[in-house]
């Protein structure tokens, strides 16, 4: 009987090990301004900054589209966490993102974009999400 009580108080230093371990990487909001900004800024180049991403206005004026867009890095990480929210569990956090719809150019939109992203153990993982595509304004 001894040992069964020690492989269940072994089991219970485990699971407190783990737990204490999880709760002490849970990403916080700073991590997870940097991530939304890496994803932002990398879905943005990819979509804008190829042929049909910007208007013909747009492209006439903007040189370097990739540079443009990197170098609003911060502030769209930023933006990214001025529109998510945070469910923190202590062991694990929620964010759930909804942003976009604002008009940028005349017949021009931001695309619409909504996110739920698990962070956990020092790392964030995209559960689900969905981008509507940049609506013409009529």
Excluded at 61 to 78: F, T
Aim: aromatic share 6%; hydrophobic share 50%; proline share 4%.
């Amino acid at each position: 009987m001894g040992a069964v009580r020690i492989r269940s108080l072994l089991g219970l230093a485990v699971a407190a090990a783990v737990s204490l371990g999880l709760v002490a990487t849970n990403p916080g909001e700073e991590e997870f301004e940097r991530f939304a900004a890496d994803q932002i800024t990398r879905a943005a180049e990819q979509e804008l900054c190829h042929e049909g991403g910007l208007p013909m206005l747009a492209r006439l004026i903007v040189r370097d589209c990739p540079r443009l867009i990197a170098a609003q890095h911060d502030l769209l990480g930023r933006l990214a966490l001025a529109a998510s929210r945070r469910r923190n569990f202590g062991l694990l956090s929620l964010y759930r993102t909804d942003l976009g719809g604002q008009q940028l150019l005349p017949d021009w939109s931001i695309p619409r974009y909504s996110a739920i992203t698990l962070a956990a153990a020092g790392r964030f993982f995209i559960l689900r999400s969905n981008q509507a595509a940049a609506e013409p304004t009529v």
